[in-house]
């Protein structure tokens, strides 16, 4: 099958996808067989995207996937809001999201030193964890350019996870242990970053 | 579908995402709106130069002439060091030259046509991708927006457990708080790849200056350029000594009939007029995500080799693929179109993420309208700017002075809204509202 072929088949699979989805998650019982071949269809027409174009046609379509999902969003976003709903609406609102403000911030903290804690010390233990990854890659044989490139990728993944987990902490002693480990356990390979290229 | 977590886990991830978005949301708003207009840049720079010459495709002997009357041109001061020509693209048709002091458009014969006057899709980029400050802390702050990005977006997550199950449910007419919370929760979760795929190549970009610091100085001794230099390949040794101006036509001949299936899009010639110069081809590798191979050539035009970045390691690749895969410059108009719309969608998160706390604070008893007003004030100051910025553009030329426009727009819009709340005794009308108790 030619690439353009495939594309159009990721494309309408990745149709065929949201809409099985859309279809299953109205249903007022869960229905796994819906669900799987909604994800099913999903993943096909990714695969199908990589086999078309490898990271280009996984590129768009995911563009497509998204696409179809804004326009099913659209015919719910024109649907006339159902009368006498206020209610329940907000009795909804209670239940995935805190009622008050105190609720979301149980403990009364330093601000400060969570931000501090967050921000610049987890961004800097994330440099050390990157650099430890480029030790790690090269040790392994890999090329240097994998080894450098790992550590401009590490770091926008690691601090946000990071700085995610801290915030997820209730206890000042957990999140300092947490980030002080990663820096502990990285610094060590700072001494292999020139032995090793 | 819902994902099992336990309700304590659901609130602290609520209280991470409420606290991350607080003290992101204004940059991170300004990031996203100018992010999506800058997905244009090409359009917005034939808009503002509309009569420059254009063309589908330039001889190689012009691009050749045009480097020789640039060059001829500048005969009065130091020679540039390094000369870019732009070969006219699908999406900028367009022969530009660009030296240390000057850029230029030539036309289809290689002639001087006139100067490239772009500067308000310049200014558009700058603020995006440096918030107009100097660029190390500029794009270093714009790196660390992206990486709180893919923080809210795992928050925000954790945060929703009936993601799957509420994902088609949009009560946009309600026009209350229930709606405010569902344009925030169903666009976010279906623009999930969209904001992971922008935040990360915009923070793997933005954050260089701390992470590849931090690379160069751990195994470089801090040259940034040799730790860049297995990734994208390092500049030859120079040789000063005077020599006649390379001649690009060979090398361009060499892509047409050895590359055919590549699109060159510049030419650089390093070190003109020197005895080290040489030209290297960015050339368009068409369906892939890579902004392009570098093909080298000597100052003669024989080749040399290309860097990788479309067939090397896969960090080579990788790393070449993070710009068009952020600026959705990889397939054409209909990527263009799909990245402005799921760029709306992020902004309109962004904003409405500020107005759901805010409609919490009101349920809670302790409402902030002075606070919504001034966001108020900036969610419609930043676009405002954006368009009184063009406007200005359009009416006074290319040296208006849009920074100082595009700010004092969004303060002013700031100021109004503050004013209009003021004067409502501090009562808030016609705005998005809760449900009272």
């Not at chain 1, 996808?17 to 819906?34: I, M, N, Y």
């Not at chain 2, 209350?176 to 623009?191: F, I, P």
């Not at chain 2, 040794?237 to 009939?257: K, N, Q």
């Amino acid at each position: 099958m030619g690439s353009d072929a495939l594309l159009w088949m990721a494309a309408a699979l990745a149709i065929a996808g949201v809409a099985v989805l859309r279809l299953s998650w109205e249903r007022p019982a869960r229905s796994r067989a819906w669900n799987i071949a909604g994800w099913g269809a999903l993943l096909a027409a990714v695969l199908a995207g990589d086999a078309a174009a490898g990271e280009w046609g996984i590129a768009a379509t995911v563009l497509v996937i998204m696409f179809a999902a804004f326009v099913v969003l659209a015919f719910a976003a024109a649907k006339p809001a159902r009368k006498g709903r206020a209610t329940k609406g907000r009795a909804k609102i209670a239940r995935t999201s805190p009622r008050t403000i105190e609720e979301t911030a149980p403990e009364r903290r330093s601000g400060l030193v969570t931000f501090a804690l967050a921000g610049p010390i987890s961004l800097a233990a994330s440099v050390l964890l990157a650099l430890a990854v480029r030790a790690m890659v090269l040790m392994a044989g890999g090329a240097e350019a994998d080894g450098n490139v790992a550590v401009l990728a590490t770091v926008p993944i690691a601090w946000p996870i990071l700085s995610f987990a801290l915030l997820m902490m209730s206890r000042r002693i957990r999140q300092c242990a947490l980030v002080m480990g990663v820096a502990a356990v990285s610094a060590p390979f700072l001494l292999l970053q020139n032995g090793t290229v | 579908m819902t994902i099992a977590l336990s309700k304590q886990t659901v609130r602290k991830a609520i209280s991470a995402h409420s606290a991350l978005g607080l003290i992101c949301c204004a940059l991170l708003y300004l990031i996203c709106a100018t992010g999506t207009a800058i997905v244009l840049y090409e359009e917005w720079q034939r808009l503002e130069q509309h009569d420059a010459p254009e063309m589908t495709a330039i001889a190689p002997a012009s691009v050749q002439r045009g480097i020789e009357n640039v060059l001829a041109a500048e005969s009065d001061r130091p020679t540039t060091t390094h000369l870019y020509v732009h070969l006219p693209t699908r999406d900028l048709p367009r022969a530009t030259i660009t030296t240390d002091t000057q850029a230029v458009h030539i036309d289809r014969s290689g002639a001087i046509a006139m100067p490239e006057e772009n500067a308000w899709a310049e200014f558009l980029l700058a603020l995006h991708y440096r918030l107009n400050l100097p660029a190390v802390i500029g794009m270093s702050l714009v790196g660390l927006f992206g990486a709180m990005l893919v923080a809210l977006t795992i928050s925000g997550i954790v945060a929703h457990p009936r993601i799957f199950r509420d994902a088609f449910r949009l009560r946009a007419r309600r026009a209350d708080a229930v709606a405010t919370l569902d344009w925030h929760n169903r666009l976010a979760v279906w623009t999930i790849p969209f904001a992971l795929a922008i935040a990360l190549t915009g923070a793997m970009i933005g954050l260089f200056y701390i992470s590849g610091v931090g690379l160069a100085s751990s195994g470089y001794g801090g040259d940034s350029e040799a730790a860049l230099a297995p990734v994208f390949g390092a500049e030859p040794e120079g040789d000063p000594a005077p020599a006649p101006i390379a001649d690009v036509t060979p090398a361009l001949a060499f892509m047409e009939r050895e590359f055919p299936q590549t699109i060159p899009y510049y030419v650089i010639l390093h070190d003109p007029g020197t005895a080290g110069q040489h030209v290297q081809i960015i050339a368009e590798h068409p369906r892939r995500l890579i902004f392009g191979e570098y093909y080298a050539f000597s100052g003669k035009g024989e080749f040399r080799g290309t860097v990788g970045l479309a067939d090397g390691t896969v960090g080579q690749q990788l790393a070449a693929s993070t710009y068009n895969l952020h600026f959705g410059n990889y397939g054409g108009l209909p990527v263009k179109i799909a990245y402005i719309l799921f760029g709306l969608a992020m902004t309109v998160v962004v904003a409405t993420g500020t107005f759901i706390w805010l409609d919490k604070r009101e349920r809670a008893a302790r409402p902030s309208e002075l606070l919504r007003a001034a966001w108020w004030g900036f969610v419609v100051g930043v676009p405002a700017g954006v368009a009184a910025t063009l406007l200005s553009r359009l009416a006074m030329g290319n040296g208006a002075p849009f920074v100082a426009i595009f700010w004092a727009v969004c303060l002013l819009a700031l100021a109004l809204n503050l004013l209009r709340f003021k004067r409502r005794g501090g009562v808030l009308k016609g705005y998005i509202r809760v449900p009272t108790a």
